[in-house]
Structures are given as C-alpha cells and as structure tokens.
T-cell receptor, first 114, second 112 residues
Framework: DTGVSQDPRHKITKRGQNVTFRCDPI?????LYWYRQTLGQGPEFLTYFQNEAQLEKSRLLSDRFSAERPKGSFSTLEIQRTEQGDSAMYLCASSLRQDQETQYFGPGTRLLVL | SQKIEQNSEALNIQEGKTATLTCNYT??????LQWYRQDPGRGPVFLLL?????KEKRKERLKVTFDTTLKQSLFHITASQPADSATYLC???????????FGSGTRLSIRP
C-alpha cells in the first residue's frame, strides 16, 4: 500500500441518479477527509472522519450527500439525486492524528452529471 | 471570512529561471501555510509547510517564505525545469482543528 486510492476514477451519470465513491486511505492513517474541486478552484473541504467517527461536515455537504467510514478503514461518499452542479472532482485524503497537518491525497474521482 | 488568495493568472517562465508564486491570506492569522503541487487530473501532492514563527524554509530547489506583516507567503522554484510545470496550491488550517482552506492555485508553465 503506497498511497490513498479512490474508485472509480471517472463516473458519468444522469441527473437524478445516485452515485457512490470509495476511498481507501493509507493503512495506518486514522483521519480521512473528503474534498470537492471544480475547474480552476482549489479543493473545498466537505467532511472528515477520525477512525469511524464523522467529526465535521461543511455547509457544502447538503442532505443529498452522505459519507461513512464504518470500520474506520475505507470510506464511501454517496450523492443522491445528482444534479448537474455536482459535477466536480471528489478528492479523498488521509493523515495521521499526530501529524494532521500533512494530508496525503488520492487521485480523485471525476464526476460528470449529464 | 478566512480567505487564501493566489494569482489566478498563469505564470510562464523560461527554463533555468526562478519561479516565484504568491499567496496572500486575509481575515485570520494561520499558524502555518502549506504548498501543494497538482498535476492535471491528479490529487494535490504536499510539498512544504512553513510555520508562523519561521521566516524561510527550503527543500532542494524549493524555498518558501512567510511574512506575517504582509500576510503573505512566497514560493520559489530555483533553476526551474519543464517538469516543474503544474498548478501550485497554497493552503492553511482554517476554522477548525482539521479543516484546510486552499487557494485557487497558480498554474506554472516552464518553457524549454
């Protein structure tokens, strides 16, 4: 395990469909973060977990979005009833609690909602 | 609200020259600033972190400065190479113990 992995790398869906993304963090990292990035912008924080507990959620995370990390390892981000405005790159990052300043990012999942 | 601003215009420079990118922050005093590199279609990669009590930090051809008076960080790449072409993001802790705020990034192109 050399880094954070995300699956799928690309997703095209029709408006109104549900999508789910998976993130596998670096194995010993107990913190996991989700970000959203649109073209020409920096990543925007969505939510983060420490182990299995979801400790903070951004106001960007509407009620159509839900994230889980059931066993404190991998995490899923689900978007229900997708809208065209959800089209973006969804990035996952992980860090050690004692070194939370250094976050390691995955390659991202690029979502296109038609 | 807390904000990090980077020059959104692309920076184009000749190979071998020093590239200098600017990051300004407003409405807060970050304990540290970070710089990331992002290639198209990839996630950001952490490069350097500089704390508020450090004026300068270096790593190989990279140098970062932190000026709390000007509320600014400068990121330098010396002896630039075409492989340095990428978008560079400035980031800092903002608002909570774990929330990182990113600037919009500056795209750097190094021409041979």
């Amino acid at each position: 395990d050399t880094g954070v992995s995300q699956d799928p790398r690309h997703k095209i869906t029709k408006r109104g469909q549900n999508v789910t993304f998976r993130c596998d963090p670096i194995s010993e990292h107990n913190r996991l973060y989700w970000y959203r990035q649109t073209l020409g912008q920096g990543p925007e924080f969505l939510t983060y977990f420490q182990n299995e507990a979801q400790l903070e959620k951004s106001r960007l995370l509407s009620d159509r979005f839900s994230a889980e990390r059931p066993k404190g390892s991998f995490s899923t981000l689900e978007i229900q009833r997708t809208e065209q405005g959800d089209s973006a790159m969804y990035l996952c990052a992980s860090s050690l609690r004692q070194d939370q300043e250094t976050q390691y990012f995955g390659p991202g999942t690029r979502l296109l909602v038609l | 609200s807390q904000k990090i601003e980077q020059n959104s215009e692309a920076l184009n420079i000749q190979e071998g020259k020093t590239a200098t990118l600017t990051c300004n922050y407003t409405n807060y005093s970050p304990a540290y600033l970070q710089w990331y590199r992002q290639d198209p279609g990839r996630g950001p990669v952490f490069l350097l972190l500089i704390r508020e009590n450090e004026k300068e930090k270096r790593k190989e051809r990279l140098k970062v400065t932190f000026d709390t008076t000007l509320k600014q960080s400068l990121f330098h790449i010396t002896a630039s190479q075409p492989a340095d072409s990428a978008t560079y993001l400035c980031a800092s802790l903002g608002g909570s113990a774990s929330k990182i705020i990113f600037g919009s990034g500056t795209r750097l192109s190094i021409r041979p």
